[in-house]
């Protein structure tokens, strides 16, 4: 397998010892916001067993959802069958002069305008102030999978001791995930673990299965391992993505609840002209 990170600065079969891949699994996840700005996807709200294959098309499950977002905020989803179950709206509202001098929070920039500090694979060692947000569905966890910052915090703590991270993290190893490259680990939280929603986190006491996809450092998957059963039953506490493309272009009227009705320049636009 090609080496997981994006610039691939240390070769592909550079060692790492275990506080370097550590280390690495933690910036992957504050990367999120510097890695892509649109995202089109299948997302489960539930994991797949073990012994699972990922669903197809022929066979997709009624709790698919297929998605289209871009950054910041312009959200689409559809069930397997094309049916819409949201869409963004107001994606170009106007900010009033009330808005923007109410609080210091509004003045503040989007990830992508401001420069975080990198480590040498460049990746995100150091998050910098920024007004973070992922579009929410469901629950609170489907925006941390876009940015699983809250496995990692904003920045390293000041030093490794014992439980001083977020959370403990197992051996971490390279795999495929519906063919892209991602980092798979198991974790165990700490008390200084803080879910950006508690009542959906994404790992949850005990071990959790987690996959952090290399190339823009999204949690494509989770299985919680010490729920009822073992962790796995496909019903129980987690969630599986499909990547499908990045960076695509994505026009506003694909998120608008109702079309802007722009002219296909594909179709011909016949003229009327009376009779005199």
Not at 142 to 162: I, R, S
Not at 194 to 209: I, V
Not at 222 to 246: F, T
Request: with cysteine.
């Amino acid at each position: 397998m090609a080496a997981w990170d994006s610039t691939n600065r240390r070769g592909p079969v550079a060692p790492r010892g275990p506080a370097d891949q550590a280390a690495a699994f933690r910036n992957l996840c504050r990367s999120s916001p510097w890695k892509w700005q649109s995202l089109r996807f299948e997302y489960l709200d539930r994991p797949l067993a073990a012994s699972a294959g990922s669903p197809t098309v022929a066979d997709s499950p009624d709790d698919l959802v297929r998605g289209w977002l871009r950054r910041p905020g312009a959200l689409r989803l559809e069930t397997a069958g094309g049916l819409v179950i949201g869409s963004t709206t107001g994606i170009n509202d106007s900010r009033g002069d009330l808005y923007i001098s109410s609080t210091r929070k509004t003045w503040l920039l989007p990830p992508h305008l401001v420069t975080p500090v990198y480590d040498d694979d460049g990746l995100v060692r150091r998050r910098p102030e920024a007004a973070y947000g992922e579009p929410s569905f469901g629950n609170g966890r489907f925006a941390a999978v876009l940015d699983p910052v809250e496995l990692a915090g904003n920045a390293p703590v000041p030093l490794e001791f014992p439980n001083s991270n977020a959370v403990e993290l197992g051996p971490i190893t390279e795999v495929d995930h519906e063919g892209r490259p991602a980092l798979e680990t198991t974790v165990s939280p700490n008390a200084s673990y803080r879910p950006a929603d508690p009542g959906a986190p994404l790992c949850r006491p005990g071990r959790t299965l987690l996959r952090i996809d290399a190339g823009t450092g999204v949690c494509v998957a989770s299985r919680w391992l010490d729920a009822p059963g073992g962790g796995n039953d496909q019903n129980g506490y987690g969630h599986w993505l499909r990547i499908l493309g990045v960076d695509e272009y994505m026009l506003d009227d694909l998120f608008l609840a109702e079309s802007m009705n722009l002219t296909d320049v594909r179709r011909h636009i016949s003229w009327d002209v009376a009779a005199e």
